[in-house]
């Protein structure tokens, strides 16, 4: 039987990813584990512990609105003070390799554009030109091998326009669907954020250098940092 989405005690982590294949490792992992009745469609979350911190594991779909509006309920609802985006990621920068973890110091949205209007580029409308994650969450992770801005939009990063996002954002380490769109929510909400992702593939391989595992064993390797920086905080 699903709890309903108030719940006494300390306020939970929240760990949101966008599929199921992303969720299965904390979903695995959690104690006394218990699904919560969840006002969207498509949405699943379970509470629980992860290592006797209370958490809530959120499968919010895939996309920047799924993203955002699942990540609003888990810190109007739930009570959430952090919220973690974990999952699989697409490596953006040429040192990106298969199989790192990229840790988001700060979010954009990579296909944003209203320079015209004088905004930077990535930068939506009276919005920050990035959204900066926590910088203790963000040092908490043990030993990320890549740090720097994540870039987030509707479409995908492939060797068509890679170029050009490297250019546009040159310190940009990975590219998702969703993290920007939490890193939104948590600034309009007064939260933590940060997004420890597992890169999946790579935006534009470099010759010779493999450029894709599966997502479960990317999302493992998040599950693990994820665990790691929940142990240091």
């Known amino acids: 039987m699903a709890s309903s989405p108030a719940a006494s005690g300390p306020a939970p982590v929240a760990i949101l990813c966008a599929m199921a294949e992303e969720a299965a490792p904390f979903v695995a992992a959690?104690?006394?584990a218990e699904p919560v009745d969840a006002p969207l469609a498509g949405v699943e979350a379970r509470r629980g512990a992860l290592d006797d911190r209370p958490v809530v594991i959120v499968t919010t779909?895939?996309?920047?609105?799924?993203?955002?509006?699942?990540?609003?309920?888990?810190?109007?609802a739930l009570g959430a003070r952090i919220l973690v985006s974990a999952g699989s990621a697409g490596g953006l920068?040429?040192?990106s390799r298969v199989g790192d973890v990229a840790v988001a110091?700060?979010?954009?949205?990579?296909?944003?554009d209203a320079t015209e209007f004088g905004y930077e580029r990535g930068q939506v409308p009276r919005q920050p030109v990035r959204f900066a994650a926590s910088a203790r969450l963000v040092d908490a992770v043990p030993a990320p091998e890549l740090r720097g801005r994540i870039l987030s939009g509707d479409t995908f990063v492939t060797a068509r326009?890679?170029?050009?996002?490297?250019e546009a954002f040159s310190d940009a380490v990975a590219t998702d669907m969703?993290?920007?769109?939490?890193?939104?929510?948590?600034?309009?909400?007064?939260?933590?954020f940060v997004s420890v992702r597992g890169v999946s593939d790579l935006c534009g391989p470099e010759a010779g250098v493999?450029?894709?595992?599966?997502?479960?064993?990317?999302?493992?390797?998040?599950?693990?940092a994820v665990r790691g920086m929940l142990a240091a905080i």
């Open 30 to 32: 959690l104690e006394g």
């Open 161 to 166: 326009n890679v170029a050009d996002m490297r």
């Open 93 to 95: 920068s040429r040192e």
């Open 61 to 76: 779909g895939i996309g920047l609105v799924a993203a955002a509006a699942a990540a609003t309920w888990a810190a109007t």
């Open 210 to 224: 493999d450029f894709h595992i599966g997502v479960d064993e990317a999302a493992a390797r998040s599950f693990a």
């Open 105 to 112: 110091e700060s979010c954009t949205y990579g296909t944003a």
């Open 178 to 192: 969703e993290s920007t769109a939490i890193a939104q929510v948590a600034h309009a909400v007064g939260a933590e």
